[in-house]
């Protein structure tokens, strides 16, 4: 079966830098998605890996590693609006045209306080 | 603004009545999802649709109807056969090309309360 682990909840002060590790065990692999969903709002895309190694844009980061089953995200100079849901989310499909199927994980809480 | 529309955002329904939730997109986009969010678990696909009038089931299926009528609709029924429907539904849509499939852009979501 699909399995795909995240921590349920991160505190950290603003300012600071928050790492949200994401392992999965999936039965195919054609990417790792990462979301931002404020309460009671649509998620929204961050970041996107398929290669092993660290995809960065502006304060967002995002990490690979298919041999370890293993990602992470990390958020830089953080701010009270980063408050929100980050969903880990891979794409386990093995043909292209069904690439948006996702599986995803629960959710990691990230809670700014000042 | 191009995007996608979910309404109702609150619905509330009696055991045993059959609702449809609506989702409009004006992206171009093929593909369409509808995904179920419960507190405490990750998104779980219903049903997705690559093309009009051909749609497959998702992991949790049972008890839900779709129609892909149009490119930019594609509407979701709650049936009274979904044993537990109070959730929060998202539908989504995205092009069909590699990486970009996998990059969902999601309505604001539809609340159910089953009362």
């Known amino acids: 079966g699909q399995n795909i682990d995240q921590p349920t909840e991160m505190t950290a002060t603003e300012g600071a830098i928050v790492q949200i590790n994401c392992t999965y065990q999936?039965?195919?692999?054609?990417?790792l998605f990462w979301y931002q969903q404020h309460a009671g709002e649509a998620p929204t895309f961050l970041s996107y890996?398929?290669?092993?190694g660290l995809e960065e844009k502006g304060r967002f980061s995002s990490f690979l590693s298919r041999s370890k089953g293993y990602s992470y995200l990390l958020l830089k100079e953080l701010q009270m609006k980063d408050s929100a849901s980050y969903l880990c989310?891979?794409?386990?499909?093995?043909?292209?045209?069904?690439?948006?199927?996702?599986?995803f994980g629960a959710g990691t809480q990230v809670v700014v306080t000042p | 603004d191009g995007g996608i529309t979910q309404s109702p955002k609150y619905l509330f329904r009696k055991e045993g009545q059959n609702v449809t939730l609506s989702c409009e997109q004006n992206l171009n986009h093929d593909a369409m999802y509808w995904y179920r969010q419960d507190p405490g678990q990750g998104l779980r696909l219903i049903y997705y649709?690559?093309?009009?009038?051909?749609?497959q089931k998702g992991d949790i299926a049972e008890g839900y109807s779709v129609s892909r009528e149009k490119k930019e609709s594609f509407p979701l029924t709650v049936t009274s056969a979904q044993k537990n429907p109070t959730a929060f539904y998202l539908c989504?849509?995205?092009?069909?090309?590699?990486?970009?499939?996998?990059?969902?852009?999601f309505g604001e979501g539809s609340r159910l309360t089953v009362l």
């Open positions: 890996n398929v290669l092993d």
């Open positions: 999936t039965s195919g692999f054609n990417g």
């Open positions: 649709s690559q093309i009009v009038n051909d749609f």
């Open positions: 989504a849509s995205s092009i069909i090309s590699g990486r970009a499939s996998g990059e969902l852009f």
């Open positions: 989310a891979v794409s386990d499909q093995m043909t292209t045209d069904s690439w948006g199927k996702l599986q």
